[in-house]
C-alpha cells in the first residue's frame, strides 16, 4: 500500500489560470497608485494573502496609507479580480488537471484544495471543478498565510490522514515551504528557477502521472 493517500492542491496557477487574472486587478491599482509593477514583481504575490500582496506591492513604491485606505485597496482589488473570474469557465482548466485528478480518484486517494484564495469556491464551481474535492481549505478557513503550513495541516486533518502521506501540488515558493514545513511531498509546477526547493518540479500536470508519484521516494530526488 502507497504511502500517499491524499491530495491537496494549490488553486491559482495549478489548477486555474487566474494568475493572470490577479496580475491585472494588481495592475490597475499599481497603476493608480503610480506603482511600477510587472509580471516578475507579480512572483512574490503568489501564494501569499491578499494583505501581504498588498504590503508587498506598496513596498515596491515606498508608499505609506493608512489602515482605512489600504482596506479600500484591497476591497478594490478584490472587486476588479471578481469581475474577471464571474466569466471563467471550465476551459480555463489548466492542462494535465481533470486526467491527474481523475487517476488520484480511481486509486481511492482523498482531494483536497489548499488555497489562500477567498473567492475559491466560485471559481472551482465556474469551472466544473467543485465537485472532484471532498475537501476544501481556502482563506476563509485559516488565519496564517503561506509558508505557515496551517492550510496543508487543516486539510490533511479534514480527510482524516497524517500530513506525511500527503502530495501538495504548488506554484508559489511559499507554498511549497508550507507543504515542507507540513511534513508533505512538495511538487512544484511550474519552473525549477522559481521552485528551487521543491521535491519535484513539473511544467504543468501533464507531466507527472500518479503511478510516478506514489512511487517517488523524498531522498532520491527526481
Known amino acids: 500500500m502507497s504511502k500517499y493517500l491524499g491530495a491537496i492542491f494549490d488553486l491559482d496557477g495549478v489548477l486555474v489560470d487566474t494568475a493572470k487574472y490577479h496580475f491585472q486587478a494588481w495592475k490597475q491599482l499599481a497603476t493608480q497608485l503610480g506603482i511600477p509593477?510587472?509580471?516578475k514583481d507579480?512572483?512574490?504575490?503568489?501564494g501569499v494573502s491578499r494583505v501581504k500582496s498588498l504590503e508587498i506591492l506598496l513596498s515596491l513604491g515606498n508608499k505609506e496609507y493608512s489602515v482605512e485606505e489600504q482596506e479600500q485597496f484591497l476591497e478594490q482589488k478584490n472587486q476588479v479580480y471578481v469581475d474577471y473570474i464571474k466569466t471563467m469557465d471550465k476551459s480555463e482548466i489548466?492542462?494535465?488537471?481533470?486526467?491527474?485528478i481523475q487517476e488520484l480518484k480511481d486509486r481511492k486517494l482523498k482531494i483536497a484544495l489548499g488555497s489562500a484564495s477567498k473567492?475559491?469556491?466560485?471559481?472551482?464551481?465556474?469551472t466544473e471543478l467543485y465537485d472532484y474535492f471532498d475537501v476544501i481549505v481556502d482563506g476563509n478557513h485559516?488565519?496564517?498565510d503561506k509558508p505557515d503550513p496551517e492550510v496543508f495541516l487543516l486539510g490533511a486533518?479534514?480527510?482524516?490522514?497524517p500530513a506525511e502521506?500527503?502530495?501538495?501540488?504548488?506554484?508559489?515558493k511559499a507554498g511549497i515551504e508550507a507543504a515542507q514545513q507540513a511534513g508533505m511531498l512538495a511538487v512544484g509546477v511550474g519552473s525549477s528557477v522559481n521552485l528551487p526547493n521543491a521535491d519535484m518540479v513539473v511544467k504543468d500536470l501533464t507531466e507527472i502521472t500518479v503511478a510516478e508519484l506514489l512511487e517517488f521516494n523524498k531522498k532520491d530526488g527526481m
Open 37 to 39: 509593477f510587472t509580471e
Open 42 to 46: 507579480n512572483e512574490r504575490l503568489k
Open 94 to 100: 489548466l492542462p494535465g488537471v481533470i486526467a491527474l
Open 119 to 126: 473567492n475559491a469556491e466560485i471559481i472551482l464551481k465556474n
Open 142 to 144: 485559516v488565519a496564517k
Open 157 to 161: 486533518e479534514k480527510m482524516q490522514l
Open 165 to 172: 502521506a500527503c502530495i501538495v501540488f504548488e506554484d508559489a
